[in-house]
């Protein structure tokens, strides 16, 4: 079956700099995602990784290893608005229509 | 450029009763997903549409639910009659298509509570 695995709650203090790892098993594999979303808010998009290796976006890096079926989104600089959850997502294959399975989400809590 | 646009944000109804959602995907996209998200079971997909043709409705978890996308610019999701089970968010999201591109964008959900 498919499944996405990532920590389901991290802290971390304001300046410092975070990993949220997320670990797969899926039919196939067509790219892997961040989302995240405030509390009351809706999922919006962050990252996307189709190859190995590091994409970089301002203060949030993400990382793909397609051998490992891992991959982890950086968050540095830490800033109290980015107290959120952040949901990785496999786009599957043929199995499951192409379409995205998602992880449970990891909070991220940010203190002063 | 508008983005996916729901309604109601929040309905509270009555057990039994019938609740209507309503989407706008954003304009060009041409496939529609609707999403319940709760803290127990996470971010769920329901169904979803491409060019307004229902795809894979194998999230629906019962006959009480439907959906409909009679065009490109609307859809609904209905449940009747609706149980306090059924409480949860539920989110429209479109994208350009489904089968590449990995962004989907949200609408900002409507919360329904059902007493």
């Known amino acids: 079956g498919q499944s996405l695995e990532q920590p389901s709650e991290v802290t971390a203090v304001e300046g410092a700099i975070v990993q949220i790892n997320c670990t797969y098993q899926?039919?196939?594999?067509?790219?892997l995602s961040w989302y995240q979303q405030h509390d009351g808010g809706a999922p919006t998009f962050l990252s996307y990784n189709a190859l190995d290796g590091l994409e970089e976006t301002g203060r949030f890096s993400s990382f793909l290893s397609r051998s490992d079926s891992y991959g982890y989104l950086l968050l540095q600089e830490l800033q109290m608005k980015d107290s959120a959850s952040y949901f990785c997502a496999v786009r599957d294959g043929l199995d499951s229509n192409y379409q995205l399975i998602w992880g449970a989400g990891t909070k991220l809590i940010i203190k002063p | 450029d508008a983005g996916v646009i729901q309604s109601p944000r929040h309905e509270v109804t009555e057990m039994g009763q019938e609740v209507t959602l309503r989407c706008k995907p954003i304009s060009g996209h041409n496939s529609l997903f609707w999403y319940r998200q709760t803290m127990m079971r996470g971010l769920e997909l329901l169904i979803y549409f491409n060019n307004n043709v229902p795809i894979d409705d194998s999230g629906m978890p019962e006959d009480r639910f439907s959906a409909k996308m009679p065009n490109a610019s609307f859809s609904t999701l209905k449940i009747q009659p609706s149980e306090p089970r059924d409480s949860a968010v539920y989110f429209c999201a479109s994208s350009l298509d489904s089968y590449s591109g990995n962004t989907i964008y949200f609408g900002e959900g409507s919360w329904l509570t059902v007493v």
């Open positions: 899926t039919s196939g594999f067509y790219g």
